[in-house]
């Protein structure tokens, strides 16, 4: 796979194509790209994903507080293992959302000479989305090429998308947003000095230095899965504001605690796959109060079963 910044980077000639923000690459989306791929391939072309940074709601909606379930490279490293041949990330800007549907399309013709456009059912692009299906089927007529319009993607009774999936997020359920994404979520960063409590109660933690455009679940305590270095553990971890430590306020953070492993993580990148929420954050009245809690997090956290270990628990 090859990422780009640009349509200019990018050497022209028969490629199938979508277009989209695809934040976290979730079902719905696997279930378009898929498709895109295996018939572009069958085709000998190639498969390429057009998307953009930031989502288009902070120009055009001024939304400041936008986050996200994947950063721009995470993206596209999944996008790439899905098999899509060319990632092109373009910045979305306010000259980009004042750019017509037609321009759009000349662009991505000229630059990618595109064959095929495959878009989802609610999909509109160009200035005041005035590139919608009826559109882009006429603006197919005058560049030649075929449009491919894809169904929604329906689990647990809802339309799956990117914004249903953040929520479940903020709202702690990582166990739904695992089924609407096919993976569990993850969070990643380098280890980073915390304030070294956690040694002192003998139950050392990494302190992971997140994205801050990240989507963080809701404070708390989840059982889930380290990786580090390739190898993959049983960890537990907090996400919150330490409550029974701190007086001020402070900036939410998550410190993980990899069971049965006591190695400097200083320096190294580790993601935390979130497999079930534990508990609340809270309050304790005492250290040793919560270290008996925190023993009993780690008790659930072993009980992880091997479908667990897998993948999550995906609906038909």
């Known amino acids: 796979m090859q990422h780009f910044n640009s349509l200019d980077e990018v050497q022209p000639g028969n490629a199938w194509v979508t277009i989209g923000s695809f934040d976290g690459v979730h079902r719905g989306h696997q279930v378009l790209l898929k498709g895109l791929i295996a018939q572009a391939h069958a085709a000998n072309s190639r498969a390429a994903v057009v998307t953009f940074f930031p989502h288009p709601s902070v120009v055009l909606r001024a939304n400041t507080n936008a986050v996200y379930l994947t950063s721009p490279q995470e993206r596209a490293r999944r996008l790439g293992a899905l098999g899509v041949d060319h990632v092109i990330t373009l910045e979305f800007t306010q000259k980009l959302a004042e750019t017509s549907a037609h321009d759009f399309i000349a662009d991505l013709h000229t630059g990618l000479g595109m064959s095929h456009l495959w878009v989802g059912f609610n999909f509109a692009l160009g200035r005041g989305r005035e590139g919608d299906i009826p559109a882009l089927q006429r603006l197919g007529d005058v560049f ?9 993607f329906e689990a647990d009774g809802e339309i799956v998308s990117s914004s249903l999936i953040r929520t479940c997020v903020q709202k702690g359920d990582v166990t739904r947003a695992a089924r609407l994404l096919g993976r569990w979520y993850a969070i990643e960063g380098p280890v980073v000095p915390g304030d070294g409590r956690g040694r002192t109660i003998r139950i050392p933690t990494a302190n992971l230095d997140v994205w801050d455009k990240q989507v963080m679940p809701a404070n708390g305590v989840y059982a889930g899965w380290a990786n580090i270095s390739g190898e993959r553990r049983l960890a537990v971890t907090n ?37 079930r929420f534990l508990r609340g954050e809270q309050k ?33």
Do not use: C, M, N, W
């Not at 030649?144 to 929604?152: A, R, T």
């Not at 990899?258 to 497999?275: A, C, I, M, P, R």
């Not at 040793?288 to 270990?309: C, P």
């Open 284 to 316: 304790f009245a005492s250290v040793e109060a919560l270290v008996a809690q925190i023993h009993q997090d780690i008790q659930k956290t072993r009980e992880l079963t091997k479908d667990e270990h897998r993948t999550p628990d995906l609906p038909a």
């Open 144 to 152: 030649g090429f075929e449009l491919h319009v894809i169904p929604p």
């Open 239 to 275: 996400v919150g504001v330490r409550p029974t430590f701190e007086a001020q306020p402070v900036k939410p953070r998550a410190e993980i605690h990899v069971l049965d492993f006591d190695q400097d993580l200083y320096g190294k990148t580790v993601s935390f796959e979130f497999v």
